[in-house]
């Protein structure tokens, strides 16, 4: 039985999150060591991933959402660029980890918003269907959130305030470009709307440039205010 490799840099920062969560009290003070044992066994993961397989042989997909008219996969797929881009993440994950092992306050939840965020961000680097690609994007905000208004330094509630609100506007900009990709693909593919990478990029080439320009602006608003970059976030 081939082992579902990309699921597991999900689902093991998952497992993590879930039991830091709820390692309260005396037991808060062992969080650092979960986190550390579940962000070490990701990064191995990436590894292994990067070094001995094949990446156009990893891929995972099955249906998730699906209607007489609307198709969303819970597809995962890897390349020679986002197989990069995991393994920084991963490796990143591990460092936040080691050199914050002498956070005090509320260790284990801040664990667990941490191990949640490398939950979204292996989603996004993975995903392999537009919608899916949104929701780990969205999935990203909310430890982020906690952690800047928790865990910041001066003006930290300021900063989270205007952290959620700069990146949801963005977000949002970003669906619409989402949106007008899977339904514009619909009138080539029997008005079916599917949010596959796939499927939109063969769409893609059949539209106008217009549209093209139009979609092409708003996904680069998101991801400029995202990353952040200037002029698009201060």
């Known amino acids: 039985m081939d082992i579902p490799l990309l699921s597991l840099l999900l689902v093991v920062p998952l497992i993590g999150a879930i039991i830091t969560l709820f390692m309260g009290g005396a037991r808060q003070k062992y969080a650092k060591y979960v986190a550390g044992v579940f962000t070490a066994v990701t990064l191995v993961l990436s590894l292994y ?12 997909s099955f249906t ?14 890897i390349d020679g660029l986002s197989v990069l881009m995991v393994f920084m993440t991963a ?14 306050d509320r260790p284990n939840y801040y664990h667990t918003l941490f191990l949640a965020m490398e939950v979204g961000l292996m989603g ?12 780990m994007w969205e999935i990203t905000l909310i430890p982020m959130y906690f952690l800047i208004s928790w865990y910041g330094g001066p003006r930290r509630h300021y ?6 609100i700069y990146t949801h506007v963005a977000s949002l900009v970003m669906l619409i470009g989402i ?17 596959a990478f796939d499927n939109i990029n063969a769409a893609m080439n059949m539209t106008g440039e217009a549209f093209q320009a139009i979609v092409f602006a708003l996904l680069f608003f998101g991801f400029m205010v995202k990353m952040p970059s200037f ?3 201060t």
């Open 49 to 60: 991933i990067m070094i001995c397989c094949e990446y156009g042989d990893l891929s995972e």
């Open 64 to 77: 998730w959402i699906e209607t007489s008219s609307v198709v969303i996969n819970f597809a995962l797929e």
């Open 91 to 104: 490796l990143l994950s591990f460092l936040v980890i080691v050199f914050s092992a002498h956070e005090e």
């Open 124 to 135: 996004v680097y993975l995903a392999a269907d537009y919608f899916l690609f949104y929701v």
């Open 159 to 164: 900063a989270a305030i205007k952290f959620l």
């Open 179 to 195: 949106f007008a990709m899977g339904f514009e693909s619909a009138t080539f593919n029997g008005g079916i709307v599917d949010f």
């Open 231 to 233: 002029p698009f976030h």
